[in-house]
């Protein structure tokens, strides 16, 4: 059965203190890593596809990196805007239609 | 930029009472899909659909039923709302050439 975890559950970060979140899988045949963040009440909101080992994304202080097993998102001195739920998801085996999510990460980051 | 809406971000309803809950997108996109996501479940899946007037379930479907009947809207439908389908209401969507869904805003539902 796929399983993705994600880990920590929690966050607490000062203002510029950088860090990484985890997100480890096991499914068989990866088709994609997908990274979501969600702010509070809303809707998932898209970030970043990986699909290969070794395959790096960037967007302004967030950096999504892959390996066969597990996927990382590293925050380079984050922001209170930062503060958010970051989820991941991959395609599950045998149904590419459907995703298996994450239980995410609950970041904070105080000023 | 991909655009998917839903008809309400706050619904407070009463046990037993029917619930639609509509979602649209205006990408083109084929497919489309319902989650509800809860404190310690994370996001769930209730239903989704490949193309018009075909759906199938998820992984909880129970207590719920939906319609597609135009590419561009999918709607979720609570035939006899009940106090544990409280919850928010995620619609996405996405392209068959591509694994990437999109996420509407969310419709915060209470049940009482």
């Known amino acids: 059965e796929d399983q993705v975890t994600q880990s920590p559950e929690a966050l607490r970060l000062q203002e510029g203190e950088s860090s990484s979140l985890n997100c480890s899988y096991t499914?068989?045949?990866?088709?994609?890593l997908f990274w979501y963040r969600q702010d509070p009440g809303k809707g998932p909101e898209f970030l970043f596809t990986l699909y290969s080992a070794g395959e790096e994304k960037e967007k302004e202080r967030l950096k999504a990196t892959l390996t066969k097993k597990e996927s990382f998102l590293h925050i380079t001195a984050p922001k209170p805007e930062d503060s958010a739920t970051y989820l991941c998801?991959?395609?599950?085996?045998?149904?590419?239609?459907?995703?298996?999510f994450g239980s995410g990460t609950q970041l904070t980051v105080l000023p | 930029d991909v655009k998917v809406t839903q008809s309400s971000r706050y619904l407070v309803k009463r046990t037993g009472e029917k619930v639609f809950l509509e979602c649209v997108q205006d990408m083109d996109h084929e497919n489309m899909f319902w989650y509800r996501q809860d404190p310690g479940l994370g996001l769930r899946l209730i239903y989704f659909?490949?193309?018009?007037?075909?759906?199938e379930k998820g992984d909880i479907p129970e207590g719920y039923s939906v319609s597609r009947e135009k590419k561009e809207r999918f709607s979720l439908i609570l035939e006899s709302a009940s106090t544990n389908q409280t919850s928010m209401y995620l619609c996405?969507?996405?392209?068959?050439?591509?694994?990437?869904?999109?996420f509407g805003p969310g419709t915060r539902l209470t049940v009482l």
């Open positions: 499914v068989s045949g990866l088709r994609g």
């Open positions: 659909s490949y193309d018009v007037k075909m759906k």
């Open positions: 996405a969507s996405r392209t068959s050439g591509s694994y990437e869904q999109f």
């Open positions: 998801a991959v395609p599950r085996t045998g149904s590419a239609r459907q995703l298996t």
